[in-house]
């Protein structure tokens, strides 16, 4: 089941958030650290104003470990928030988390309450896998499609932690348009969002550009593709993608090239780095001034 986050439902959540935040002591913010800047909404920090924030890289297994690196330090420079690679299943990780929670919240005037946290994050980054590991018990449903997480939790972990569930889902947001093709590579949105190949070719044209070693050898391909269409191209004829008449099936290698993606068959592959989406940011921005401009030269 998919959340389709119409401007209704959007307000609904923005608003029970809000209402919560007051009764929180600690935002835990999960993102995928495969593409942390894409799959973020800026309305968590809005949101969490000055209270401290953890942000948590979590499946950090299929990422490029050099580049959770960079991402690490990259949030630790923001205000008031900590930020931590996670394998959400990881028992020893998992208590570090509570190990920070802990102290991130020891700032409480009466120190024998709980601290209160809220897990924040867009479909499908592991929010309730987290939550069952923090509980050590299953308490959230998971599941690899976006939305099961159910509203209205509280759960006392019995550990001087409890934690506030959903109002924290909130929806990726798309004003980058590359944000967008990052989120349907890594199978955090709905893959009828963009055309499935588009979607591939978005990715081999990033792999060629960054990992081309790593999909060179896990498809066996003789020479380094030129173009993403080369190389979409060449897995179908490695993987017998073949329609009749022995027509490529691009439809189907699309498929089989973003399900290696997503497993890490390819490799551990981070899908965006500081220094890129910084570059995109800056580019973004000097386009709006652009059109600003043009805008008021109009008679
Ligand atoms: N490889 C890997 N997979 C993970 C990790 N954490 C969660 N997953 C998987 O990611 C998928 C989504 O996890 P959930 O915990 O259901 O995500 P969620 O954020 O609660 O999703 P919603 O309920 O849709 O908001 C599941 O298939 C999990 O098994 C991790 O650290 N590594």
């Not at 959340?3 to 935040?21: T, V």
């Not at 889902?169 to 004003?175: N, Q, R, T, V």
């Not at 498809?219 to 179908?236: G, H, S, V, Y």
Request: aromatic letters at 4%.
């Amino acid at each position: 089941m998919a959340i389709h986050w119409f401007p209704g439902h959007m307000n609904k959540a923005r608003k029970k958030i809000a209402e919560a935040m007051p009764d929180i002591d600690l935002v835990i913010e999960v993102l995928d650290a495969r593409l942390p800047f894409s799959s973020t909404n800026p309305m968590v920090d809005e949101l969490r104003s000055d209270k401290p924030c953890i942000k948590i890289l979590n499946k950090a297994d299929l990422a490029d470990p050099a580049v959770t690196d960079q991402w690490v330090k990259y949030f630790s420079q923001q205000h008031n928030t900590q930020a931590m690679p996670l394998v959400a299943e990881d028992k020893k990780q998992v208590k570090k988390v509570i190990q920070l929670c802990k102290k991130l919240g020891s700032h409480r005037s009466n120190k024998k309450l709980a601290i209160r946290v809220m897990i924040m994050g867009i479909p499908n980054v592991g929010k309730s896998t987290l939550i069952n590991a923090l509980a050590g018990r299953q308490i959230a449903r998971t599941g690899n499609e976006p939305a099961v997480t159910k509203a209205n939790q509280m759960i006392d972990l019995k550990n001087g932690i409890v934690l506030s569930d959903t109002p924290g889902i909130l929806w990726p947001k798309f004003e980058n348009e590359l944000s967008g093709y990052r989120l349907a590579a890594s199978g955090a949105v709905k893959d009828t969002a963009i055309e499935y190949t588009d979607v591939a070719l978005f990715a081999l044209d990033y792999l060629l550009q960054h990992y081309s070693q790593a999909l060179v050898s896990r498809f066996k391909m003789k020479a380094l593709p030129d173009t993403a269409e080369q190389a979409l191209n060449t897995i179908a004829a490695k993987r017998g993608c073949l329609r009749p008449g022995g027509i490529a099936d691009l439809h189907k290698a699309s498929e089989l090239a973003l399900h290696e993606l997503r497993s890490a068959k390819i490799g551990l592959i981070s899908l965006e780095t500081p220094a890129m989406v910084e570059g995109e940011l800056a580019e973004l921005e000097a386009a709006r001034l652009a059109a600003l401009e043009a805008d008021e030269q109009q008679p």
